[in-house]
T-cell receptor, first 113, second 113 residues
Framework: QQQVKQSPQSLIVQKGGISIINCAYE??????FPWYQQFPGKGPALLIA?????SEKKEGRFTISFNKSAKQFSLHIMDSQPGDSATYFC????????????FGPGTSLSVIP | KAGVTQTPRYLIKTRGQQVTLSCSPI?????VSWYQQTPGQGLQFLFE???????NKGNFPGRFSGRQFSNSRSEMNVSTLELGDSALYLC????????????FGQGTRLTVV
C-alpha cells in the first residue's frame, strides 16, 4: 500500500512532442505528489508538485494532472526539448504525519531532435 | 541560499571497510533524509533524521546507520562494506519532512572494490 507505480520505464519523444508519464498509488492518505527531474551525475530536483484539492497544476511547459478517484497522476511535458532528457520520478507522501516520501521507480526520457 | 552539500563527491573503498558520508542541509531545514540510488532499484529510502532524532527508517541492514547533529548536519555510516553497497547516496533536506519540499544534494558516488 506504500508503493508508487510509474510507467513507462523509458520514453523516447521527438522534439516538439508531448511527453506523458503516469503514476498510480494505493494509499489514500497520501496528500502531496511531487515530481522530480534528475540529470546524470546530479541529485533529483523538484520540478512541480500537486496536492489532491486540485485536478491540474501547470508551470510553464510542465503540467500535473491528478485523478483522485482513480488514484492516479501524470506529468505532461509540452513542446518537449532535448534539454528535457532526464530521469523523472513521481513521489507521494502524507502530510498529516511526517512519513517518508515514497518514490516511483523512475522514467528515463529521451527527446530526440 | 546555499543548497544541500554532500561530501565527498566520490569514494572508492575496499570490501570490509567502513565509510562515513556527510550532508549539510539548507540553512533552517531540520529534516535530513538519506537515499540509496542504484540503476536496478531506483531511489531507496534509508532513514530520516529530524532534530537529531531518527524519525523514519527504511529496510536496510544494521550496517547502515546515521546521526544528526545539533546544527542539522547529518552523517551516514556504512560498516563492513559489500560490493552491493556501490551506489549513489543522496541526502535531501526539508523544513519538516513528509509533505514539505525536499531538496537533494548532488550525492556521493561510492564504489566498493
Amino acid at each position: 500500500q506504500q508503493q508508487v507505480k510509474q510507467s513507462p520505464q523509458s520514453l523516447i519523444v521527438q522534439k516538439g512532442g508531448i511527453s506523458i508519464i503516469n503514476c498510480a498509488y494505493e494509499n489514500t492518505a497520501f496528500d502531496y505528489f511531487p515530481w522530480y527531474q534528475q540529470f546524470p551525475g546530479k541529485g533529483p530536483a523538484l520540478l512541480i508538485a500537486i496536492r489532491p484539492d486540485v485536478s491540474e497544476k501547470k508551470e510553464g511547459r510542465f503540467t500535473i494532472s491528478f485523478n483522485k478517484s482513480a488514484k492516479q497522476f501524470s506529468l505532461h511535458i509540452m513542446d518537449s526539448q532535448p534539454g528535457d532528457s532526464a530521469t523523472y520520478f513521481c513521489a507521494a507522501s502524507r502530510g498529516t504525519s511526517y512519513d517518508k516520501v515514497i518514490f516511483g521507480p523512475g522514467t528515463s526520457l529521451s527527446v530526440i531532435p | 541560499k546555499a543548497g544541500v552539500t554532500q561530501t565527498p563527491r566520490y569514494l572508492i573503498k575496499t570490501r570490509g571497510q567502513q565509510v562515513t558520508l556527510s550532508c549539510s542541509p539548507i540553512s533552517g531545514h531540520r529534516s535530513v533524509s538519506w537515499y540509496q540510488q542504484t540503476p536496478g532499484q531506483g531511489l531507496q529510502f534509508l532513514f530520516e533524521y529530524f532534530s537529531e532524532t531518527q524519525r523514519n527508517k527504511g529496510n536496510f541492514p544494521g550496517r547502515f546507520s546515521g546521526r544528526q547533529f545539533s546544527n542539522s548536519r547529518s552523517e551516514m555510516n556504512v560498516s563492513t562494506l559489500e560490493l552491493g553497497d556501490s551506489a549513489l547516496y543522496l541526502c535531501a533536506s526539508s523544513t519538516q519532512g513528509g509533505s514539505t519540499e525536499a531538496f537533494f544534494g548532488q550525492g556521493t558516488r561510492l564504489t566498493v572494490v
